[in-house]
């Protein structure tokens, strides 16, 4: 009980901005007994009330296996198409010249057809543009991984989204049940996630 009261004390002591960020970044890794706390302590400060909302969203048991259906089963949010299903798929390219050098990694959710597309688009950036400097080096292996990452697309395609659902753990929840919402998050995902 005499550590409850110094977790409620310590959390009086925080900013109401402090109390936002962790509520809104933390409130996965507390423990179960320190977020009613929490809850509490946003209560007393009357905050946004859309913050208990969230960590109700954050610590919510998601069913992943019914989750990497329903995203493998949305319309692709690239093209639109549902022929084929979603997946997840890491990508790389180094652009380099001289002492100038850009590497950058994406994953994205796409249909099979526009993967496949955003693997060569990716080795063609590294292609022509990763040799130039240091990438005379890097540029090999990352074509070797993009090629590596396709072939292995089933295995890294389970892990991507096992990962996303994890660490989005809130936002996913909020728009569980609805297809719409769903491929909204994954839209905005790809594009925070793309060039």
């Known amino acids: 009980m ?9 959390l009086r002591d925080k900013s109401d901005e402090e109390i936002y960020i962790i509520a809104r970044n933390e409130s996965k890794e507390l423990r179960d007994d320190v977020r009613p706390i929490l809850i509490e302590e946003i209560k007393r400060r009357k905050l946004n009330l859309k913050l208990i909302t969230w960590i109700d969203l954050e610590n919510r048991e998601l069913p992943i296996d019914q989750i990497k259906k329903r995203i493998s089963s949305l319309n692709c949010p690239s093209c639109g198409s549902k022929q084929t299903r979603i997946i997840g798929i890491k990508n790389s390219f180094i652009i380099c010249f001289l002492r100038f050098t850009n590497n950058h990694t994406s994953i994205k959710f796409l249909c099979e057809r526009c993967a496949r597309k955003n693997v ?9 543009l990763g040799w130039w400097g240091i990438g005379i080096i890097i540029a090999p292996f990352i074509l ?15 892990e991507i989204l096992e990962h996303v659902i994890e660490t989005k753990r809130g936002l996913i929840a909020k728009d569980i049940n609805n297809d719409i919402s769903l491929l909204k998050f994954i839209k905005q995902f790809n594009r925070n996630n793309s060039l």
């Not at 060569?120 to 022509?128: A, D, E, G, N, R």
């Open 2 to 10: 005499l550590e409850h009261e110094k977790i409620k004390q310590n």
């Open 120 to 128: 060569i688009k990716y080795s063609l950036i590294t292609f022509f």
């Open 144 to 158: 070797f991984n993009n090629v590596l990452n396709f072939l292995k697309i089933d295995r890294n395609s389970e």
